[in-house]
Every structure is written in structure tokens, then in C-alpha cells.
């Protein structure tokens, strides 16, 4: 599979964001397999130690979100953002058909996917996939909203909402099922 989904949840919604969980999975869009997933909480302060500035909107949005959700972000176990990372990009590159080619997937242009870049910077670690390769799922529920389909009401949500690993698998579906009707297969009846 060359084509992994993000999700970030994070104490902010700038570039230099502190990043509080990585999830990501593997998927197929033509046909709408899933992979491979990864998931871990981060220790906010060792975002903040790198530089990473929290908001405070985001931060009492979060007070608001379900018990559930925050049970995810606030364990003994998070790790700190540079073993997060090195964690993240071991898993890409064993999992990956071809880290050069593969497409990475967030929700919007400039969210997760230039936070979780961003956070590559501040650790002085090489994020492991082009940026040429950075793909928006925010346009594919646009276009997707064009055919008559809203992921956010014609497909339901397995697991709990505003959990990175979660939220990264149900965007994978919705993405692939946009896909399948942007895209559908040529059949051959031979």
C-alpha cells in the first residue's frame, strides 16, 4: 500500500501546534482496504520543550471533548515527540511500498500535515515522505459533497470521535469511498 492516512491531535491549529497523538493507517482507495496502523500519545511538554506553542481555544475545546478522547492523549506512556517521530517514520518506511512515491493524506492543506512536518523540523529529524506528495482530504470531501456523498452524514463513525488513530481510519473509508465513485474501476468482461 502507498497510501497512509493522518491524524494529529494537537493543543493548537498553527504550524508550530504541540502535536498530544499521531495516528496513521495504510489504505487502498481503489478498493478501499486498510492496512497497517500506528498510534501513540505525545508528552505535551516535550513538545513544548521543542519549541511547539500550545492556543488556548484549543485547549479548552478539548476540556469540552468526551472522557473517552481525553483518556487518549493524558497517559503515563506518551512518548516524547522525537521517539514519536522516529517511531512514525520506521513504521512508513517498513510498511510503505515505496516511501518515495508514497501519498500521505491529511485533513486539510495546512493541518496535519504540515504540523506533523513542522514537528520533524523542530527535532531535527527528516520528515520521510515528499511534500510534493501531500494529498488534502478536506478537497476530496468537497468534491465528494459534488456527487452527492457527505462522509459526515452518510457514513458512520466506529470508535471514539477525536481519537487519532479513530478518526485517521474512518477518513481512510471516506476517502476511498469518494474515490470509488470519482474513480470507478474499469471492468474487463474477457
Known sequence: MNHLMLDLETMGNKPNAPIVAIGAVFFTPETGELGHEFYTAVNLSSEMEMGAQPDGDTIIWWLKQSPEARSAICVDEAQHIANALSQLSTFIIQHSENPDYLK??????????????GAYDRCGHICPWKFWNDSDVRTMVMLGRNLGFDPKRHMPFDGVAHNALADAVHQAKYISAIWQRLLPQVRNDD
Request: hydrophobic content about 50%; overall charge neutral; proline content about 0%.
Open 104 to 117: 500521505v493524506w491529511g485533513n486539510g492543506a495546512n493541518f496535519d500535515n504540515v504540523i506533523l512536518r
